[in-house]
């Protein structure tokens, strides 16, 4: 069963900073795109970075300087160092892997993890 999990999530004081890590796990061969999204109370889901299997980034404007993406591709795992946060970063976010194919041949699209909280306040 294809899964993502999350982790790293918490409360930190503006400025502070927060790693998060998503794991994949489920027979996996591939994954060509992995990425964070985050979504705060009353509002839409945003991605907030992501990062294909050859290591190009893209990342939200808002983010720029502030967070890093990474992965390690033998492990199906993502990372997003956050740095300099703001009270405005408060929201769940949340890990995608989109075109996954597994050793098995299926293909999936648009995985989701769960999601983990990141609130930042004094």
């Known amino acids: 069963q294809l899964q993502l999990v999350e982790s790293g999530g918490g409360l930190v004081q503006p400025g502070g900073s927060l790693r998060l890590s998503c794991a994949a796990s489920?027979?996996?061969?591939?994954?060509?795109?992995m990425g964070w999204y985050r979504q705060a109370p009353g509002k839409q889901r945003e991605l907030v970075a992501a990062?294909?299997?050859?290591?190009?980034?893209n990342y939200a404007e808002s983010v720029k300087g502030r967070f890093t993406i990474s992965r390690d591709n033998a492990k199906n795992t993502v990372y997003l160092q956050m740095n300099s946060l703001k009270p405005e970063d408060t929201a769940g976010y949340y890990c995608?892997?989109?075109?996954?194919?597994?050793?098995?041949?299926?293909?999936?699209?648009?995985?989701w993890g769960q999601g983990t909280l990141v609130t930042v306040s004094s």
């Open positions: 990062i294909t299997s050859s290591g190009s980034t």
């Open positions: 489920g027979s996996i061969f591939s994954i060509n795109v």
């Open positions: 995608n892997a989109d075109q996954v194919v597994t050793n098995y041949g299926n293909r999936y699209f648009e995985v």
